[in-house]
């Protein structure tokens, strides 16, 4: 019903910078919160940032003030701009979106792309 395609990823040094889209497509009737998570070897998945509908934004303590993310309800992409990146940012990258389809528009439901690989190495 709803799909998640990611895009951005790949290796970098530390100090680089990346910028990871995800664009939602399929039967959607309203989109709510867009996010991104993080999953590293080993470690629980944890949310990077999300932005609402409005346009509000909320950052991990680790990543404020070096990644930025953003959304165009247009064309139902989120983005995550990352700067100043560390070795301890390196995990797969998930899109995360909370919407409801056409079929049940009463219904939220959370949306995953399949993730995307960051490595921040020397």
């Known amino acids: 019903q709803v799909q998640l395609v990611e895009s951005g990823g790949g290796l970098v040094q530390p100090g680089g910078s990346l910028r990871l889209s995800c664009a939602a497509s399929?039967?959607?009737?309203?989109?709510?919160?867009m996010g991104w998570y993080r999953q590293a070897p080993g470690k629980q998945r944890e949310l990077v940032a999300s932005?609402?509908?409005?346009?509000?934004?909320n950052y991990a303590d680790s990543v404020k003030g070096r990644f930025t993310i953003s959304r165009d309800n247009g064309k139902i992409t989120v983005y995550l701009q990352m700067h100043s990146l560390k070795p301890e940012d390196t995990a797969v990258y998930y899109c995360n979106l909370e919407a409801s389809v056409v079929l049940t528009p009463e219904i939220r439901q959370d949306y995953w792309g399949q993730g995307t690989q960051v490595t921040v190495s020397s």
């Open positions: 932005i609402t509908r409005s346009g509000t934004p």
């Open positions: 399929g039967s959607i009737f309203s989109i709510y919160t």
